[in-house]
């Protein structure tokens, strides 16, 4: 079991050396969709924490200064 789970831990160890970031691309002219599910509580028609939509504005932000052409997929947002 010991040796399984150390092979397991090699893959996704080098796997994750391979993870790209927005460093790695050049979006430069491309149209980048972005889907985010934000499920931000919302009373009376108003968003009552905005945490979520700060915490997606700098990767927004950087892809539009590196000249990406950026689409927004709005997931759920939660009514209750």
Known sequence: MRASFNSLLTQVTASMSTYRTLD?????????LVRVDLNVPVKGGKVTDV??????LPTLRELGSKGAKVIVLLGRVNTN
């Not at 945490?51 to 997606?56: A, K, L, N």
């Open 24 to 32: 790695d691309v050049d979006v430069t002219g491309q149209a980048v």
């Open 51 to 56: 945490t979520r939509i700060e915490r997606i």
